[in-house]
């Protein structure tokens, strides 16, 4: 299904206890791009992610994705979560973890077949992660660990991916191995939504951002959204940008 638009978020508003985390939050992103969600800690951004995907209630609002409800499109969404909200210690080795991606096509009763295994290590062929297939997860460095949590997304074969911040904790080149499959995944027509905390990357990985400080600040081309001016209102600050010299 072509859709113009990936997601649509209207009049969301959610708050924990009395304090509004998020309010009157409205975002169209369209089809085939490469969103980051920015704005300084306590923002939102984690929040707005698990509004969408239903994993926490918001006061107010509704969801579209893909043309229609989250119930009807949650087989063509994938979702990676912080590494701080996963418990590591759960005894699965890794290809065990990637074939999780494979549940919403099975069911949970139906054991994966030889073509979802093979599915699985193509995932971790792309991740670099094959030859730890048999290893226990908790036994992995952060960075490896990102690296199959992506894996287990890339064979759920979505529509929009979800990413909530994917760069944490890893070193320079496993986010530039991650960066890669992100393009990718793009190239070939995917939604890709990061929760993404580092300014100086954004202009060179992202071509839409959203501006977020529990109110939207502004959404759309990071040519056009991504100015001092908007970061001055999301971070209230009046610091300049920093920006890469040529």
């Given at each position: 299904m072509n859709q113009e638009h990936a997601l649509i978020v209207e009049d969301m508003t959610v708050a924990y206890q009395t304090t509004p985390v998020l309010w009157d939050i409205d975002i169209k992103v369209p089809t085939g791009v490469l969103m980051a969600i920015v704005g300084p800690n306590g923002a939102g951004k984690s929040t707005l992610i698990k509004a969408v995907l239903q994993l926490i209630k918001p006061i107010s609002g509704t969801v579209t994705i893909q043309g229609s409800s989250y119930e009807a499109q949650r087989k063509k969404i994938a979702y990676v979560p912080q590494r701080g909200s996963v418990d590591w210690d759960f005894p699965t080795n890794v290809l065990d973890v990637v074939l999780m991606g494979r549940y919403g096509f099975l069911g949970w009763i139906k054991r994966p077949s030889q073509q979802d295994r093979q599915l699985a290590m193509d995932a971790l062929q792309k991740v670099g992660m094959e030859a730890f297939a048999q290893r226990q997860i908790s036994q992995l460095s952060g960075g490896q660990q990102q690296r199959v949590f992506l894996a287990r997304a890339l064979v759920q074969d979505a529509e929009?991916?979800?990413?909530?911040?994917?760069?944490?904790?890893?070193?320079?080149?496993?986010?530039?191995?991650?960066?890669?499959?992100?393009?990718?995944?793009?190239?070939?027509?995917?939604?890709?939504?990061?929760?993404?905390?580092?300014?100086?990357?954004?202009?060179?990985?992202?071509?839409?951002?959203?501006?977020?400080?529990?109110?939207?600040?502004?959404?759309?081309?990071?040519?056009?959204?991504?100015?001092?001016?908007?970061?001055?209102?999301?971070?209230?600050?009046?610091?300049?940008?920093?920006?890469?010299?040529?």
């Open positions: 929009i991916y979800f990413m909530d911040e994917p760069f944490q904790g890893v070193d320079a080149k496993t986010e530039q191995a991650i960066m890669v499959l992100l393009k990718e995944l793009r190239a070939s027509g995917k939604t890709v939504v990061v929760v993404h905390h580092d300014l100086q990357t954004v202009a060179d990985y992202f071509d839409w951002v959203t501006l977020l400080n529990t109110q939207l600040i502004a959404s759309g081309p990071v040519a056009d959204v991504f100015t001092e001016e908007n970061l001055r209102k999301t971070y209230r600050s009046t610091g300049k940008v920093l920006q890469s010299e040529e």
